[in-house]
DNA sequence: CCTGCCGGGAC
DNA sequence: GTCCCGGCAGG
């Protein structure tokens, strides 16, 4: 069938399932095609995509038609890379209602201290901002609904949403965009500066990361495939085994179309912890590994001590775990009956917790 | 007795 | 990790 087509498609219409970790090197390699005017190289490991809505910039502080033209480019990029730009990117909302919860000041002022109007200029700007938003807050969003348009601001919807085929199996592990509203609910979330600070540090979450890598860093390269996280130190190398062992690919092809690049990401690991094994290399995800914001009594204060059990007696059993109450819902033994056991469910063949027919 | 599923063992 | 089942608890 269409696998392919589907797929690509897909990454048109935007990044959905197990395409979406791949974008940190679609994204380096926009920035490699641009012209960067002196600018660093975005930071991996940022980008969360999902396509849930597209906005027009709007130019705020006085850029005028070179703002626009920026914006344009702007949707252009992403749009190419099949993700949109979150709403704080472009600077609405000026006139709503409000203070604006952090982080979103408006790109645009920044980029047009950094650069000046000249011809072609606009690429550089684009090139400007991907190097901002990848230093820029991942936010947690609201699944792909219809977004609220901006009254007064022109609502640009570049991309098409999410094509029937893509958000089936919409999750909302990956989503991407900016929702004022949740993120007043999470008053944990780092409100992120954007991306230059002063004394020449990027600011990932709130973490003060060195421009310069520091001597004992070493670039290695991660492959994304699900379930492998094979760990390189080579690109090229890192390229043939992704070939090899996840595209069936020959690992001689003397021109590869470079989907390899898809695979795998950098990182920047701490020698040091090389030698502990690479067993943390996993990349910190903004997304699944920030917790969840609980406010609760003891979510400040000092940290308590760990929990020291009690000496226990020898035969003592821990108080077992409370039985989930029985669901009213029939399981796949009901359902199906005995005699039909293939039908039901792994969980349920297994006899654990039924997983079809949840309560 | 029937049902759901926890705990644990085998592989 | 998957797969299976003894046995317990609730109805």
């Known amino acids: 069938m269409g696998q392919e087509e589907t797929a690509s498609s897909c990454t048109r219409a935007g990044l959905d399932g197990d395409e979406e970790q791949f974008l940190p090197q679609r994204v380096l390699r926009h920035w490699n095609r641009l012209p960067r005017a002196g600018l660093e190289s975005p930071t991996l490991g940022m980008f969360t995509p999902r396509v849930a809505e597209a906005s027009v910039p709007r130019v705020s502080g006085g850029l005028g038609s070179a703002g626009e033209r920026l914006g344009l480019m702007i949707l252009k990029v992403f749009s190419s890379l099949g993700v949109l730009v979150p709403r704080w990117v472009v600077g609405r909302d000026e006139g709503s209602q409000g203070p604006r919860p952090s982080p979103p000041q408006p790109l645009f002022a920044l980029v047009g201290r950094k650069l000046s109007g000249k ?16 230093t820029s807050p991942l936010v947690l969003g609201h699944p792909p609904a219809a ?15 999410m094509s029937s085929s893509c958000s089936s199996s919409s999750n909302t592990s990956g989503d991407w965009s900016w929702d004022p509203a949740s993120d007043r609910s999470t008053p944990s979330t780092p409100s992120p500066p954007l991306s230059s600070h ?61 989907e390899e690049d898809f695979y795998y990401t950098e990182l920047d690991v701490d020698v040091e912890s090389l030698t502990d094994g690479l067993s943390s290399l996993t990349p910190v995800s903004p997304t699944s590994s920030v917790p969840p914001a609980f406010p609760g009594p003891e979510a400040q204060g000092p940290v308590p001590p760990v929990p020291l059990p009690t000496p226990a007696p020898p035969p003592p059993k821990p108080p ?26 792994t969980a349920c063949r297994w006899k654990k917790a039924c997983q079809r027919f949840l309560d």
């Open 119 to 134: 011809a072609g200029i606009d690429e550089v700007m684009a090139a400007a901002v991907l190097t901002s938003l990848s």
């Open 147 to 161: 977004p609220a348009p901006e009254p007064g601001g022109e609502v640009w919807k570049e991309a098409p949403t």
């Open 198 to 258: 002063p004394d020449g540090t990027h600011f990932v979450f709130g973490e003060p990361v060195p421009r310069k890598r520091k001597n004992s860093t070493k670039v290695m390269f991660k492959c994304l495939w699900k379930s492998c996280g094979k760990v390189l130190s080579s690109s090229s190398g890192m390229q043939k085994h992704i070939r090899t062992a996840h595209l069936g690919r020959k690992a001689d092809l003397e021109q590869s179309d470079g």
């Open 320 to 345: 077992a775990v409370p039985r989930r109450p029985r669901g009213e819902a029939k399981k796949c033994r009901k359902v199906y009956g005995m005699e039909n056991r293939e039908l039901w469910c």
